[in-house]
């Protein structure tokens, strides 16, 4: 019975000797071994094998952490009070340097980007502050990413959450944006009117020219038709002259053979002579200009009365003798 106890005992001591030598340490995790209380060595994951009451595995968490950094009262360079919080991510590099260099991790990152933060804000305006939140992100995270270097730390990245005015200077800001959302709606509605009367004079400019031009056009179409007609007309006037002057010409051309071919007598050409001076004294010319030979015309007219003399003397049935008349002398003008 007693040996039953006993090893029953044994058995107990040895399950619990072999449990407490072995450890288990997952992926995202690295384990650092201390033997009597100091450093032996950092293990990485998987199933590892210590011995009891001597050796101890402490284990780091690898995985990128999350670090919230309270809201803080920070003075700007124009002396306005904001509040002002962040967020630290933040990735262990070396678990051994995590352990044994620091204390309070949490803590310090955290003390640390508060103080470095009112540094940062300190220096700014409160608009630069405002719009300058990469920049000071980014000044930040290289700021807590050196000095965190000797924790086995890297600092990823640094988000400012929020900076908040006081209430009166949020709402002085509300009213500026309001001013100078108003200013912009008046300036680019000026400029949109502007630009429409700018637009309506070049279409009114435009117009003008386009109307210009068409006057301009229809001028030149109508004087070129004028030309033309013009044209037309002188070549009819032309035409029609020589036409006439062919009809006068060519009927001069066929009187005077008709009259050659009739040979005529001194008599008839002496009472065509008078027909003529008779047509022309009945015109209603207040001028009549006779010839200067007037002897020649009157010997004429003396032999065509004496003619018609001897024709009423002399008995029917006898030829009278040819008389020539007096040679006719032409016209003078």
Same mark, same amino acid.
Request: charged letters at 25%; zero cysteines; a negative charge.
């Given at each position: 019975?007693?040996?039953?106890?006993?090893?029953?005992?044994?058995?107990?001591? /040895?399950? *619990?000797?072999?449990? =407490? =030598?072995?450890?288990?340490?997952?992926?995202?995790?690295?384990?650092? $071994?201390?033997?009597?209380?100091?450093?032996?060595?950092?293990?990485? &994951?998987?199933?590892?094998?210590?011995?009891?009451?001597?050796?101890?595995?402490?284990? $780091?968490?690898?995985?990128?952490?999350? $670090?919230?950094? +309270? &809201?803080?009262?920070?003075?700007?360079?124009?002396?306005?009070?904001? !509040? *002002?919080?962040?967020?630290?991510?933040?990735? &262990?590099?070396?678990?051994?340097?995590?352990?044994?260099?620091?204390?309070?991790?949490?803590?310090?990152?955290?003390?640390?980007?508060?103080?470095?933060?009112?540094?940062?804000? %300190?220096?700014?305006?409160?608009?630069?502050?405002?719009?300058?939140?990469? =920049?000071?992100?980014?000044?930040?995270?290289?700021?807590?990413?050196?000095?965190?270097?000797?924790?086995?730390?890297?600092?990823?990245?640094?988000?400012?959450?929020?900076?908040? #005015?006081?209430?009166?200077?949020?709402? !002085?800001?509300?009213?500026?944006?309001?001013?100078?959302?108003?200013?912009?709606?008046? $300036?680019?509605?000026?400029? %949109?009117?502007?630009?429409?009367?700018?637009?309506?004079?070049?279409?009114?400019?435009?117009?003008?020219?386009?109307?210009?031009? @068409?006057?301009?056009?229809?001028?030149?179409?109508?004087?070129?038709?004028?030309?033309? @007609?013009?044209?037309?007309?002188?070549?009819?006037?032309?035409?029609?002259?020589?036409?006439?002057?062919? %009809?006068?010409?060519?009927?001069?051309?066929?009187?005077?053979?008709?009259?050659?071919?009739?040979?005529?007598? +001194?008599?008839?050409?002496?009472?065509?002579?008078?027909? !003529?001076?008779?047509?022309?004294?009945?015109?209603?010319?207040?001028?009549?200009?006779?010839?200067?030979?007037?002897?020649?015309?009157?010997?004429?007219? %003396?032999?065509?009365?004496? /003619?018609?003399?001897?024709?009423?003397?002399? +008995?029917?049935?006898?030829?009278? #003798? #040819?008389?020539?008349?007096? #040679?006719?002398? +032409? &016209?003078?003008?």
């Amino acid at each position: 019975m007693i040996a039953a106890v006993v090893l029953a005992v044994l058995a107990f001591v /040895l399950f *619990v000797f072999v449990a =407490s =030598s072995v450890r288990i340490v997952r992926p995202y995790q690295r384990g650092v $071994v201390e033997r009597l209380g100091r450093f032996r060595a950092t293990v990485d &994951p998987g199933l590892r094998l210590i011995v009891p009451f001597i050796d101890r595995i402490r284990l $780091v968490d690898m995985r990128e952490q999350v $670090v919230d950094v +309270p &809201p803080q009262e920070v003075i700007t360079a124009d002396n306005v009070v904001v !509040s *002002v919080d962040a967020v630290v991510y933040h990735e &262990p590099t070396d678990p051994q340097r995590l352990i044994y260099n620091v204390a309070d991790f949490m803590l310090a990152v955290t003390k640390l980007a508060q103080t470095n933060l009112r540094n940062l804000i %300190g220096d700014l305006q409160l608009d630069e502050a405002l719009t300058s939140r990469d =920049s000071i992100n980014a000044s930040l995270r290289e700021i807590l990413d050196d000095a965190t270097d000797s924790w086995g730390v890297r600092v990823k990245r640094v988000e400012i959450q929020r900076i908040d #005015p006081p209430m009166d200077v949020m709402n !002085s800001m509300h009213e500026q944006m309001k001013a100078e959302r108003t200013r912009r709606a008046l $300036v680019t509605q000026a400029d %949109g009117e502007r630009q429409a009367a700018i637009t309506r004079a070049e279409g009114d400019r435009q117009s003008a020219i386009l109307r210009a031009e @068409a006057v301009k056009q229809q001028q030149i179409l109508e004087a070129e038709g004028q030309a033309g @007609a013009v044209r037309e007309l002188a070549e009819a006037e032309k035409f029609r002259q020589e036409t006439t002057a062919a %009809g006068a010409a060519e009927a001069t051309r066929l009187t005077y053979e008709a009259i050659h071919q009739g040979d005529p007598t +001194p008599d008839l050409l002496a009472i065509k002579y008078l027909e !003529s001076l008779a047509l022309v004294a009945n015109g209603r010319a207040t001028k009549i200009f006779l010839p200067a030979d007037m002897s020649a015309v009157l010997g004429s007219i %003396g032999g065509i009365a004496e /003619l018609f003399q001897q024709a009423e003397d002399e +008995p029917a049935g006898t030829q009278p #003798p #040819p008389v020539e008349p007096p #040679p006719i002398a +032409p &016209p003078q003008g």
